[in-house]
């Protein structure tokens, strides 16, 4: 079994920065890339970036400049580091581990999400 369990989100003004964290536990080696995605009210679930397990980072357009994801290996735990947070980044932040498969491909699991709101 898998566990993302993340941290760290809140209520922020807008301009402020927060850090998401989230561990992961259980049979989850190897891990071949984690991530944040998050899903605002009203809209579909969206990539916000990732890290694969060399070190690779993927971010979306919105948010290239402003966050940075990080990795402890040695912890299994990701992080995702917001400045100048803006409205718009209010949503719900999920985590997102993808677990390499034995014989290919690659199983997919989730945390349950940790609220970020950022007020005007």
């Known amino acids: 079994q898998v566990q993302l369990v993340e941290s760290g989100g809140g209520l922020v003004q807008a301009g402020g920065s927060l850090r998401l964290s989230c561990a992961a536990s259980?049979?989850?080696?190897?891990?071949?890339?984690m991530g944040w995605y998050r899903q605002a009210p009203g809209k579909q679930r969206e990539l916000v970036a990732t890290?694969?397990?060399?070190?690779?980072?993927n971010y979306a357009d919105s948010t290239k400049g402003r966050f940075t994801i990080s990795s402890d290996n040695a912890k299994n735990t990701v992080y995702l580091h917001m400045n100048i947070l803006k409205p718009e980044d209010t949503a719900v932040y999920y985590c997102?581990?993808?677990?390499?498969?034995?014989?290919?491909?690659?199983?997919?699991?989730w945390g349950q999400g940790t609220q970020v709101t950022v007020s005007t």
């Open positions: 997102n581990a993808l677990l390499s498969r034995a014989g290919g491909g690659s199983d997919e699991h």
């Open positions: 259980g049979n989850i080696f190897p891990i071949a890339a």
């Open positions: 890290i694969t397990s060399s070190g690779n980072t």
